[in-house]
């Protein structure tokens, strides 16, 4: 098997100069970054580590620092979540939510420098420094509030997950400042964490619980050079699943009783139909799971890392067990809207095509990881059918999980909403109520989507010695150099709004190499134009291959067939069965009430009549529109009566749709993406 | 307003002669009953009366006899639900399993003497005499459990409502036997009751948290002829849901933070829209309650408590808000299989519309509930609404409730069952297992479905003066009296297997009177036949009455028009929007895996086709099943996509339907009520 290593051009090298992702980056960088930097200060996270470190007890943190008062109390209602009494101390995830603020700060640095903002990251390194054991150990509730107790619950106390966001923070700061502190120290924690677990005698033969440090090792190696990170992730990986049991032996050796602590206890033994270690895909070593069990953002990043693996090793056992997770999931257990996770509660898969819409769970950071974890696939195999993933996460599921104006947030992302379904959730369970909220007591999502929002010039593009790839539609600038000469590519496009994309490649001298653009699937034919030329264009694995000497400046177009199309669910999707959706190049929409009134089930869609697009600059912060026919069925004939004989009346109506990623950013009701339908055969 | 106020003729005067019911009568006398004596054994249910008391201890029973060992160390395991340790003492309503287990085997003596069954029964009342106190309290929890805390905890403790089911068994085994012994002890328990609760003075001003008790002191003062205990009956409903609230007053009363405890703290304080006391219809006053609100089995047991006491005091004012109660819930709130409650956990209804299938809850119990409370509301009223939703609950959701073999029973009747969707429940919560059981912890449902089978004679016929009402067509004997003349009914059928019935009507000398047959609503043309010629009835409330002489032998054949058809839901039920179900006769018809193999989502039922109905002797213990033509989307050319462009393929298939109540007797598999259609619009 041959594995073709690409690398995507890194995020800083890749300008983002117009469009629809542009416009999101400004309101990330606007709204998004300060009000999440405000509720880690009102919240306590910001405190956690400034307050922490008492000066006079050197080294000895001070307990208690968090009391019920001030600014930290007027917020504690902001804390609770499923009736649990809010926790006036750090929490041992808090970590990652200060990381991965700073690793989506650095990234906007990067493009537009901020002095405030620079300061803010830079106060908080202090505090890390501070805070930073001599030993280089890390983390603020292991030493605030547990010292002493560190590495005795890895399973469940996400110590080697904040260490692993830590990580990317670093390598992200210094990757855009160039300042070196922060990755210092971080480089410390990992050489402490590295002499702590590994195969060798008297460190502990263990994995985290919840995966991220495998990533975030593989990056830090990518950044310094140090091989033995990359040792360390690949431990990690090839060491989950193996028996016995490390999270039993831990829990045996902390004199946990492992029937009753953790997933076990919590969740009863047959909670999951492949034991409760698959929550934490702990069930079998990861090249025997053949299926995406458990907890869907460990499932992605899981995924991320062994793809990594596989870019830097060429190992291919790793290879096979990324592709059979991937083809599960995207097969049998993703959203249309490239969202995975379909039960609330535990955050997880469900059994193959069991999609719940209503109450769906496709956490906002599931998709995120769908998004990271595509792009590694496609690292190593430049193969549309990763892109078209990406993009269809990216577009749906990602950037729904924030408001358009960037304030509020998704934790859960339905893809059917009845206001009344989820009345009583933002008491029981805010993260499933169906609009976006100011925060979450575990605030992952806002900050997850946060950094991919400001990181997504890196995902455009990537490249091989001997080609260069455009996997997504977006206007930017970068460069590349090929046979020791420099290459610009500018892209401009109205896309997603517009059916095509203009690349200007500027080659210093003329030079002979690859440029291999993305044929999305949604497209059946698709068009490339060089120089105002048809052109021939060799497809293969969905790319368009241009292999030509470039001189000069060269006009790509490429266009698309882009009209706004039914399509449907695989009919095992028992919720979907006899309904169709509405995609339009990479978005799909949905129905909302702000658009056809209430009771969205009265609404059936005649798919044999012609859906038509129109752009409304003024609506939802400009969007396409897709209108079609349908029926409505009358209730006002119904009488009183639930039931009947068949025969309902129906009335022609026009509905309108609108992006899926933009609702519920109008006054509250019901949304659909399924719709149902007047026939379920395709008309002839 | 006129309240036509009849009675039903009492079960013990009515045989049921052959036929579908007698069959289900017998299973139940046969099986149902000694297995579930059994269970009570087993479990510690018997020994909770026996063995309590202590001989030498006059009237202190003795704690603790309930240890982890012998026989009911070895039932713990059932008792477990919820993962909630088993209490190996009296639980707080096993007087009411015990009480129910009575009445059942109270109805079946009076038709089949069994002196064993006497005798078992007689125990027990022996035993409930000597836990008596000398007031005449009696409640086995609080004699033992917590002695002295008596009437401290009506909200939750199921107090009143064990009480409720003790009356109703004393009479009904007064009734059945002619002994005394056990009415009177209960009666001394009423009037202990009586002494406590009401409006005067030093007593408490309450109600029970669990309604039953108010039927049953109906039911006991019409038995008893004692006037106070169908006062104290209206107090309860009167009282129910006043402010300040009873249930608030009675939780500082004792020192328990009305906050914290009960459904306000275990719930939340906006779990239900209405309030968290909306969960016990305690939120108002039941004559300003609009809507069917909080536990299923609580409405429909107050409903039947506020129509007997229409009929016993014609308030008009009660009777409107049985009516207003009564519509919500068949117009907006109910399963097509006549069950109501649909979400799971509270055991409630949810809001309009709102009626999951794979998820309903469909409590046996509260479908016991809709029987008994549109039999009082036709009492009131003869009205076939109420008769046709009383039959449509019997033939479908009660006897679903249990197996065919009589032996397991289902707590939640799911409407559509997908195996892999409640695989853990077996752990985590039995009740809503897609499978039935042989017991559960909470054991009201087989107790409560067998007291009904046991007693289903009651509701064929009810009586005024000078009318006499078919509401079911059963095979069964009975007599009436008007203007001083016997008259006997016997009436002969095939029904449900059959479109007719036929009524020999035998007056002992000739006797002016109405005889009125109901016309059941899926029949839209009802033929008359008297002595073989066409008779004019006139339909009035969809009732065919018959006014004349009737003299010596009569034969009445009453002829449906029983097709098998498609039925549709309220568009607004939007779980059901796009889907139809199949109805024949009273019965309500689902697909089962074992007969259309797995994927029921992929079948399309085409309903512009005719249904065909065929008996299957050998089947499910003799059915009609029904077929149909259908569309099968076609899964083996998705080639590894789950979302594409719409155009699937289908083949056309013949399903074959079975009666709801009988699936699951087979192998596990799939079923669904609820089917696909082709087409939505029906065709001209």
Known sequence: ????????????????????????????????????????????????????????????PRKGVFTIDGVLAENLADEKENGEKAVPRPHHYWDSDLAKWIEAASYSLAAHPDQGLEKQIDEIVDDFEKLQMEDG?????????EPGQRWTNVYTMHELYCAGHLMEAACAYYQATGKKKFLEIICRYADCIDRTFGIEDGKIHGYPGHQEIELALVKLYRVTGEKRYLNLARYFID????????????????????????????????????????????????????????????VAYMGCAMADLVAETGDESLWNACVVLWKNVTQKRMYLTGGIGAKDGSERFSFDYHLPNESAYQETCASVGMTMWAARMLQI??????????????????ISGVSLAGDTFFYANHLAAKPEMFSDAI?????????????????????????????????????????????????????????????????ETQYPWDNKTRLIVTAQKPVYTSIAVRDPAFSRNTKVLVDGKEAEASLENGYLYLRRMWEGRTE????????????????????????????????????????????????????????????????????????GKALRACTEDWEGMLYRPIGSRFEEMTFRAVPYYAWSNREPGEMTVWINRVHTRTEE
């Open 1 to 60: 098997m041959h594995l073709n290593r690409t690398s995507f051009m890194l995020w800083k090298d890749v300008q983002i100069t117009g469009g629809f992702w542009k416009k999101r980056q400004e309101t990330n960088e606007r709204v998004t970054l300060p009000a999440e930097y405000e509720q880690c200060v009102k919240t306590g996270r910001i405190e956690s580590v400034k307050c922490l470190y008492h000066p006079e007890e050197d080294r000895h």
């Open 427 to 491: 008491i029981t369970n805010p993260r499933m109520f169906p609009r976006r909220q100011k925060w979450f007591a575990v605030s992952c999502c806002p900050m997850n989507l946060a950094r991919l929002l400001e990181s997504v010039g890196g995902y455009i593009y990537s490249e091989s010695e001997t080609e260069f790839f455009v996997h997504l539609f977006i206007d930017s600038v970068t460069e590349t150099v090929k046979e020791n000469t420099r290459i610009q590519i500018c892209q």
């Open 381 to 398: 195999k430049p193969d549309s059918v990763y892109a078209d993933i990406m993009e269809r996460a990216l577009y749906n599921s990602v």
């Open 556 to 627: 790509i177009i490429v266009e698309f067939e882009m009209e706004p199309m039914y399509v449907e669910a695989h009919p095992c999707v028992r919720m979907d069965a006899g309904k169709t959706a509405i995609q339009y190049g990479p978005l799909i929409y949905c129905l909302e009430e702000a658009d056809n009134g209430p009771n969205l089930s009265t609404v059936f869609a005649d798919t044999a009549q012609k859906l038509t697009v129109k752009y409304e600059p003024d609506l939802l912060g400009g969007v396409c529109v897709v209108e």
């Open 239 to 298: 060491e989950r699943g193996k028996q016995p049991s490390f999270f039993e032996e831990e829990a045996l050796a902390h004199g946990r009783d492992p029937e009753e602590e953790g997933p076990k206890g919590i969740l009863g033994k047959s909670f999951l139909p492949a034991g409760p270690y698959a929550l934490f895909q702990a069930h079998l070593p990861v090249r025997e799971q053949k299926t995406a069990e458990g907890h869907a953002v460990r």
């Open 137 to 145: 150990y890390l983390n603020t509730y292991y030493t605030v509030v």
